[in-house]
Nanobody
Framework: QVQLVESGGGLVQAGGSLRLSCAAS????????MGWFRQAPGKEREFVAA????????AYADSVKGRFTISRDNAKNMVYLQMDSLKPDDTAVYYC???????????????WGQGTQVTVSS
């Protein structure tokens, strides 16, 4: 199993940037694919980005492609989400997740962090 803790959220103006971090606690971090998801008030949780176990491949939702970058550092048990050119529609609670298989479906992930709030003002 793995425990996940997100950090780095906050309030930013449209066009600004934030970097989210996810710290993982576990003996086999490199055996997990990682994902970022978000949930806005009144909305379902949606896929944002995913990265393979080695970091060799990534996937992004169309809504964030070209603006967000997911990365990982297996030596530090860390996953990151660099968010640039932020829009008010990016406002949501962002969650880090882990699973043995690479996926864009939230239902496929076994482990989740507590979430961190990102608010983008107009």
């Amino acid at each position: 199993q793995v425990q996940l803790v997100e950090s780095g959220g906050g309030l930013v103006q449209a066009g600004g940037s934030l970097r989210l971090s996810c710290a993982a606690s576990g003996r086999t971090f490199s055996s997990y694919a990682m994902g970022w998801f978000r949930q806005a008030p009144g909305k379902e949780r949606e896929f944002v980005a995913a990265i393979t176990k080695s970091g060799s491949s990534t996937a992004y939702a169309d809504s964030v492609k070209g603006r967000f970058t997911i990365s990982r550092d297996n030596a530090k048990n860390m996953v990151y989400l660099q968010m640039d050119s932020l829009k008010p529609d990016d406002t949501a609670v962002y969650y880090c997740a882990a699973d043995r298989q690479y996926s864009s479906s939230p239902g496929k992930y076994d482990y989740w962090g507590q979430g961190t709030q990102v608010t983008v003002s107009s």
